[in-house]
């Protein structure tokens, strides 16, 4: 089966600096990338996502860099401010048994120091 | 727009008793819901995937006797966690999913906090 693996487990930035956050996957398959952010108590939120057919995508500060033939991606974010402070958990998809599911990574805890 | 909500958002019980969870979708229809569970500082763990109108599946080790699913409407569904015991305290978070909305993207709800007393 699908097993994501995400890097650093923690990250702590200085406000304005960029975090980047890198997974990889197993399955040659996966096809949908999301990344969430969590707030502390409450559920993951959507940030940004990225499908098999394109290698990168851009919201805002906030970029996926998606790269096929070596099974990785990364989330980058600019101009860090304290309000990204949070868990962001990078997912791949996984097909079984007809149904599509998503596989989490272990999640980055990132601190954006004012 | 695709708003998924839970309720309650945190509930404590006896050991022994049962707790039901709603997770409902307010502005869209989704086919397709998800249960998760997770403790603290670790990630989100599958327990099921549920259709509307037909029976949930269950990822591997999960007792399906205990935590019961039902997925009635295209905006509703429920988890039953039976017999709970302080083991099963965690915080248990819904998603759900439609093809109408955005190709495999699952939106989460604002998840349920459960002590087991």
């Known amino acids: 089966g699908e097993n994501v693996e995400q890097h650093p487990s923690t990250l702590s930035v200085q406000e304005g600096d960029s975090a980047v956050i890198k997974c990889t996957y197993s399955?040659?398959?996966?096809?949908?990338f999301p990344w969430y952010k969590q707030e502390l108590g409450k559920g993951p939120q959507l940030i940004i996502d990225?499908?098999?057919?394109?290698g990168e995508k851009k919201d805002q500060r906030i970029a996926v860099t998606l790269n096929k033939t070596a099974k990785h991606f990364s989330l980058h974010i600019t101009e860090t401010q304290p309000e990204d402070s949070a868990v962001y958990f990078c997912?791949?998809?996984?097909?079984?048994?007809?149904?599509?599911?998503?596989?989490f990574g272990k999640g980055t805890k990132l601190t954006v120091n004012p | 727009g695709a708003v998924v909500s839970q309720h309650p958002s945190w509930v404590i019980c006896k050991s022994g008793t049962s707790v039901k969870i709603e997770c409902r979708s307010l502005?869209?229809?989704?086919?397709?819901m998800f249960w998760y569970r997770q403790f603290p500082k670790q990630s989100l763990m599958l327990m099921a995937t549920?259709?509307?109108?037909?029976?949930?599946?269950?990822e591997q080790g999960v007792e399906k006797d205990k935590f019961l699913i039902n997925h009635a409407s295209l905006t509703l569904s429920t988890l039953t966690v039976t017999s709970a015991h302080p083991e099963d305290s965690s915080f248990y978070i819904c998603?759900?999913?439609?093809?109408?909305?955005?190709?495999?993207?699952?939106?989460f709800g604002p998840g349920t906090r459960l002590t087991v007393l």
């Open positions: 997912a791949a998809s996984m097909r079984q048994g007809g149904s599509e599911k998503l596989v």
């Open positions: 990225i499908r098999s057919n394109v």
């Open positions: 549920s259709n509307e109108g037909s029976k949930a599946t269950y």
């Open positions: 399955d040659s398959a996966s096809n949908y």
């Open positions: 998603s759900a999913r439609s093809p109408r909305v955005k190709l495999d993207t699952q939106y």
């Open positions: 502005d869209f229809q989704a086919t397709t």
